[in-house]
């Protein structure tokens, strides 16, 4: 069974920063992409970014309109862990962050919910005015 874990959340004022981690029991696998998403209350979970790690230290990089500019994705492979540095947070960036990894080939681009079949329990970003 593939576990994913987000670690990083918290709470800070419009602004600041925060850098989630995502590690998952199985990137020795080799992950075909990690993807990180977000809920907010009562609205639909969306993609944020979405990295394709390929070989040695590059890899293919996604990111919604919105933060665009503003969240950073990367990769430690030595580590097993994906990073999401979030700069310049706004109260609209306050939501659920969940990560997931994916296995099976797809193309490059934002993931959406379906590509991805691991999920973690989410970690909370709240951004006060």
């Known amino acids: 069974q593939v576990q994913v874990m987000e670690s990083g959340g918290g709470s800070v004022q419009a602004g600041g920063s925060l850098r989630l981690s995502c590690s998952t029991s199985?990137?020795?696998?080799?992950?075909?992409?990690m993807g990180w998403f977000r809920q907010a209350p009562g609205k639909e979970r969306e993609g944020v970014a979405t990295?394709?790690?390929?070989?040695?230290?590059?890899?293919?990089?996604y990111y919604a309109d919105s933060v665009k500019g503003r969240f950073t994705i990367s990769h430690d492979r030595a580590k097993s862990t994906v990073y999401l540095q979030m700069n310049s947070l706004k109260p609209e960036d306050t939501a659920m962050y969940y990560c997931?990894?994916?296995?099976?080939?797809?193309?490059?681009?934002?993931?959406?919910?379906?590509?991805?079949?691991?999920w973690g329990q989410g970690t909370q970003v709240t951004v006060s005015s």
């Open positions: 997931a990894a994916n296995f099976a080939t797809m193309a490059y681009r934002l993931g959406k919910e379906a590509d991805f079949a691991y």
């Open positions: 199985a990137y020795s696998w080799r992950p075909y992409c």
């Open positions: 990295i394709f790690p390929r070989g040695g230290v590059s890899y293919y990089a």
